[in-house]
């Protein structure tokens, strides 16, 4: 049981360039997020799932788009990056929102964009 | 929209005493639920203990308890007998019991405060 699992775990880009970051839980979760982590900000919801084909923004949207194709993956994309998207990436999972189900994270994607 | 303030953004504590963090926040709801996650170098995401809002029990783990306060808004976290292993960052964050609208489960988090145990 690998809980959630995040693809790549390092990556430095080149302004404008594009990168897809791969979150994948094998929990059976129907809740996934994507977070942005940045000194003295705490942790920043991008976008959320709630199930299989469906996708919603966050708080932090711009500059990033989603995909949830399959159940157990969420996919966030880099069309053309910029230096204020550097900063370290997590996913978390959910079985569901309600009462006090943990979310779970994964391992953080830390990305460089010069 | 709630929000979520950690206002010590370094505390340090002697191996085997005692350290509270402090966290307040801000929320027109009467029903949500608090957490204390941790973040060790490795980065990875602890949750360390959760707090109902309609308990009035104060959670505790092991070392690990709160100081709930409803009606001010406060929700600190103590960490009793410290250990080197509890050197790390600490957040705190907020989650609506309303599992619809614009909430869907997301956390909302504070700004962190880096714990620093010293032997």
């Known amino acids: 049981n690998a809980g959630v699992t995040q693809t790549p775990k390092f990556r430095v880009l080149k302004t404008g360039q594009s990168m897809t970051l791969l979150c994948a839980q094998d929990m059976n979760h129907e809740y996934m997020y994507w977070y942005r982590q940045d000194p003295g900000m705490g942790l920043r919801l991008i976008h959320y799932?709630?199930?299989?084909?469906?996708?919603a923004k966050g708080e932090v949207p711009d500059g990033y788009n989603v995909s949830r194709l399959k159940k157990q993956n969420f996919l966030l994309g880099l069309e053309s990056a910029a230096p204020s998207q550097t900063s370290v990436y997590f996913c978390?999972?959910?079985?569901?929102?309600?009462?006090?189900?943990?979310?779970?994270f994964g391992p953080g994607t830390r990305l460089t964009v010069t | 929209a709630q929000t979520v303030t950690q206002s010590q953004p370094e505390m340090s504590v002697q191996e085997a005493e005692t350290v509270t963090l402090s966290c307040t926040y801000d929320?027109?709801?009467?029903?949500?639920?608090l957490f204390w996650y941790k973040q060790p170098p490795s980065r990875q995401m602890i949750l360390v203990i959760r707090?109902?809002?309609?308990?009035?029990q104060n959670a505790t783990e092991n070392r690990f308890s709160v100081n709930f306060q409803k009606a001010a808004k406060s929700f600190s976290l103590k960490i009793s007998d410290s250990q080197l292993g509890d050197a790390a960052m600490y957040f705190c964050?907020?989650?609506?019991?309303?599992?619809?609208?614009?909430?869907?489960?997301?956390?909302?988090f504070g700004q962190g405060t880096i714990l620093t145990v010293h032997p």
């Open positions: 964050a907020y989650r609506s019991s309303n599992a619809g609208g614009t909430s869907y489960g997301k956390l909302t």
């Open positions: 929320t027109s709801e009467s029903d949500y639920y």
């Open positions: 707090q109902e809002a309609y308990k009035q």
């Open positions: 978390a999972s959910s079985y569901s929102p309600r009462s006090s189900y943990e979310q779970y």
């Open positions: 799932s709630v199930g299989e084909g469906t996708t």
